[in-house]
């Protein structure tokens, strides 16, 4: 066990995700704390001590969102789940949407009178089946036990919430996509300014959170926010939910307390690498964060600022662990052709971009490499960087140099000989 | 009033303006293409990128002002990421400006050799896409050319409102397509999103491979389509480009027409009717001046109208609401002693055509009916008195049943119609871009037009003919 838990606290069974049995955990008393006893200022407060940062990718403070929000002010707010888990190797928040459903709901009825929301949504990716199921099925359970609608607990407070499914865009978990693919438009991202909190849904102010970052909010207002902090590391607190794959023995969804040494969790947890083989690099957080070496993360442990020291991040929380004998001309062609097929299309660098890149590691793969290739790829990279509306250009850019910058010679090697030094594939079959 | 520094240059700034909008309104061109003053935000191009002292670089069209900022159009990071930008726009784009229309006045062109001027650094095949897709009758996409600055859409969705317009698929292979159920031949606004499109994807029809825009000239006229009057631009052969070999005709042609930015009247746009005005004006036109049918000299057919005249007791007139200001002022002044003047509507709305709407469209489809109803009487249907001997009608758009039993008539027309050879006295007259003069609009707002060729010898010039007929006859009676 990677330290303690917060959310992972049961054995996983085929009722577990039922509201009868989030009760007997302990479920909605945190709701009715919060309703009875609490006004809505403190609850933002409470978030803001308790230092929880968003667990989406960008990691940061929720505090500081939800501050800009002033409940009262009179106009409708908005608060959305980001449930369009998209990045490539993240699949934590369909642990929770599958296995722990009410702890979101609870979460976001806490936040939704934290907000002064009386409409929220979740938008859950349309590939979500069993995830979609449970959690409409846990909405229907909340709404007949009076947890949602008119008057909840007896109280002043009344939420509505909407699960929406999306149709399968990677740009519309970019919270402004999202908020665009909610009205009914192509899920083009928006430029800032003005801020989503300012003015987003129907160009009110809303709150786009990840599903693990707001299913946290039981938590804490259940245990308070020095209990929070006490988990993790002074700088992150809390725990995360890692999504482990890859050429490890035991790939899966992880609670990981932050501060958690991470060669410890990979041999321990996640029970090594496969066929017995050497770790090569790491992919810590989704395909966005910058790749680390096996000598990179030998004494790190996991936490945002350990990662940022680093020169990466842990993003989304989705791992993709990689044994040595892995073609990273490969690995780099496969994920760019995830960007280039999810690139909205929407502004120049990043829809031109992500293709001209594609095609270049198409190239290279079938041995028709130009030696300008590497340079080229720096390049593209270098002016997807801070030019786009989103974040998939940048981090597209991201992912090409933070491979090219630590493999460069397989680069080289396989643009010379028309091959990969390694066997080209990407599965780790065999033992060596 | 926020003060920002552009360049060094300090400069006085309004809270509600973009830098964008302050840069070019001080002289400080920033290259763009997504945007458009009349249109949403979309910030898509990135072509604007300019850089901020302490924030980074950041498009200028959404930027809004902050005061003391420290703004920079031209340093070296900006010119390296608009030249990289430009790479990034061609590097699927066909670059055939030797077949495309817009070469000449295409916005990418003039970018490519000021901010580029550097051949593709990819070698690598580009991606194809649709060429010629057929957006309505009036417009063809070439969706290879297309740079999604998605202004043809947004001017569907904001402007013309008929939503015919949206993005298909994603990425480097998302297209511009017509929506499902929104045609956009019935948005008669379309042909605004051909000037719009800042290079060649979107193509008018009636102009394609027509002519190279160099060779043509843009005289400033005025649509006479409706009582709006909407500016215009009326493009046609530069005298000096004049053809030696092929059709001569197509030297006194209209290749195309396009808005003539005006903000009191119609600001960027016009409607499709007034880029069809050559429908109006290259009608076969009547140069012979006719007495019953009987072609005779202009001067013999003048001298005899003004005997008529002169012999007249009740002689009305039927004014033209497509004269000039001018014109009709002769009128009134010359002969609006000896005739008694009703207002005749020349132009009815055709078939099918929109009648009215809240955004240029007029119910009335005539240019001068605010002048010619200042000047003179307007009873909607003429009303003549008993005894009427004489009528002169000018222009068209009178039934000649309505005559009075027994007048004479005297009739001006510019085009070929069975009417002419049914008047007593024929008089063929020069239309709108063989003169120059003024309308006024609806609203009274005066606004000029130029001729673009000359008129015919064997045709008059309204203005000039009334002078001529409101002399004293001459010799015999």
Known sequence: MPGRQLIMTFPVTGTSHSLVEYRARGGYVALDKALRQMKPTDITKEVTASGLQGRGGAAFSMGRKWQVIVPDDGQPHYLIANADEGEPGTFKDRWILENNPHMLLESMLIASYALGVRNCFVYIRGEF???????????????????????????????DIVVYRGAGAYVAGEASGLLASLEGKKSYPRNRPPRLTVKGLYQRPTVVNNVESLSNIAWIIAHGAAAFK???????????????????????????????????????????????????????????????????????????????????????????????????????QVMLRFYHHESCGQCTPCRHGTGWMHRILDRIVAGQGRPEDIERLYYISKFNDGTTICGLGDAAGYACTGILDKYRDEFEYYIEHKRSRHDGNLECLRSS | MPEIFINGQAIQARDDQTVLQVALANGIFVPYFCWHPQLSIAGNCRMCLVEVEGRGLDIAC????????????????VKAH????????????????????????????????????????????????????????????????????????????????????GVERRGDVSNIRPVEDR??????????????????????????????????????????????????????????????????????????????????????????????????FERRRADQAMLKGQPVELSVAIDHARRLIGAARHPAALVSTWGSNEELETFKARLGEVFHCFVKRDGQPEEGERIEDDLLIRADKNPNTAKARE?????????????????????????????????????????????????????????QTERSGHYTNFQGTVSAFEACFAKNDTVVDAEALFVALAAPARGHP
């Open chain 2, 82 to 165: 608009r030249k990289a930008i430009l790479q990034f726009i061609t590097l699927n784009h066909p670059v055939d400006c030797g077949i495309c229309d817009k070469a000449g006045e295409c916005t990418l062109q003039d970018y490519h050799y000021q901010y580029n001027g550097e051949a593709s650094l990819s070698r690598d095949e580009k991606v194809h896409s649709t060429k010629f897709y057929n957006l309505s009758n009036r417009i063809l996409l070439d969706n290879e050319r297309c740079i999604l600055c998605l202004r043809c859409t947004r001017f569907t969705h904001e402007v013309s409102k008929s939503m015919a317009l």
């Open chain 1, 230 to 332: 006490e988990v993790g590391t002074p700088k992150s607190p809390g725990t995360r939910l890692f999504s482990v794959s890859g050429h490890v023995n035991r790939p899966g969804v992880f609670e990981v307390e932050l501060g958690y040494p991470w060669m410890k969790f990979l041999e321990e947890d996640c029970g090594g690498i496969r066929n017995g083989r050497a770790l090569k690099c790491v992919v810590p957080g989704g395909v966005s964060s910058k790749v680390l070496t096996a000598t990179d993360i030998k004494d790190l442990h996991l936490s945002h600022e350990a990662l940022w020291d680093a020169g990466s991040t842990l993003g989304s929380g989705g791992m993709i662990v990689i044994a040595e004998g892995t073609c990273m001309v490969t690995l780099l």
């Open chain 2, 375 to 431: 000047l003179f009487h307007d009873s909607g249907e003429p009303t003549f008195h008993d005894g009427t001997d004489l009528v002169l009608v000018w222009g068209e758009g009178f039934d000649f049943a309505k005559l009075p039993r027994g007048a004479q008539v005297i009739f001006l027309n510019s085009y070929l119609q069975p009417e002419n050879g049914h008047a007593d006295v024929f008089l063929p007259i020069s239309i």
């Open chain 1, 129 to 159: 089946d069993l995830p979609y199921r449970r959690l409409a099925g846990a909405v229907e359970e909340a709404y007949a036990a009076g947890y949602f609608g008119e008057r909840i607990l007896g109280t002043e407070f009344s939420c």
């Open chain 2, 183 to 280: 045609p956009l031949g019935e948005d008669p606004y379309s042909d605004n999103i051909i000037d719009l499109c800042p290079v060649g994807a979107l193509l008018s029809r009636q102009f394609l491979h027509k002519a190279r825009v160099w060779y043509l000239k843009p005289t400033p006229s005025v649509c006479p389509g409706c009582e709006r009057g909407c500016t215009i631009q009326i493009w046609h052969r530069k005298p000096e480009w004049k053809l030696k070999a092929l059709d001569p005709a197509q030297n006194t042609s209209i290749a195309r027409i396009t808005p003539l930015e005006n903000p009191a009247v119609n600001g960027p746009w016009i409607c499709n009717k007034g880029r069809d005005l050559a429908r109006i």
């Open chain 2, 62 to 77: 959404n930027m809004p002002v902050n005061a003391g900022m420290k703004v920079f159009t031209d340093s070296d990071d």
